[in-house]
């Protein structure tokens, strides 16, 4: 038996053009020609990482094509955070203003992580925590919490 390969993550969003937005500010490449648009409006979205790794945006109406067990839940977001690795500190500081500058909610500000990375939350228009990370810095690193 092969070892899965986790190669894509989907999110089914409400409003397409919010989260493509959103996606954009925070610094993905989304060209038109990535999004899948019917008379009926935008339905999909394909973001391919420089890993080969997918994120990609659903409608709520594609989602219960390919999904018959999908029911859209009156609670926003979920219990998982996506992250992106930046480039550097100074990426995930100007990454959280220019998104929070626009409108979007903050679930954690920038600081230092006992790893060492400089790490914040931002929040997607469905209520998604998006992470935003640059790779650890030895000076920056301390003691794990107690926990």
Excluded: K
């Excluded at 219960?64 to 955070?81: D, I, K, P, Q």
């Excluded at 929040?123 to 925590?129: L, Q, R, W």
Aim: hydrophobic share 40%; glycine share 6%.
């Amino acid at each position: 038996m092969s070892t899965p390969i986790l190669d894509q993550l989907n999110l089914v969003v409400r409003d397409m053009q919010q989260s493509i937005a959103f996606y954009r500010l925070i610094g993905l490449d989304i060209p038109e020609s990535a999004i899948w648009r019917t008379r009926s409006g935008a339905h999909h979205v394909v973001m391919r990482m420089p890993d080969g790794f997918e994120l990609a945006l659903d409608s709520h109406a594609l989602a219960e094509v390919y999904n018959a067990g999908w029911r859209e839940t009156s609670t926003a977001g979920s219990r998982t955070v996506m992250s992106f690795r930046l480039a550097d500190a100074a990426a995930v500081d100007d990454t959280y203003q220019r998104t929070t500058t626009a409108g979007h909610a903050a679930a954690q500000p920038p600081y230092y992580t006992f790893w060492g990375s400089r790490y914040a939350i931002v929040v997607d228009p469905d209520g998604n925590h998006v992470g935003l990370m640059s790779p650890p810095d030895q000076a920056h690193r301390g003691e794990p919490p107690s926990i």
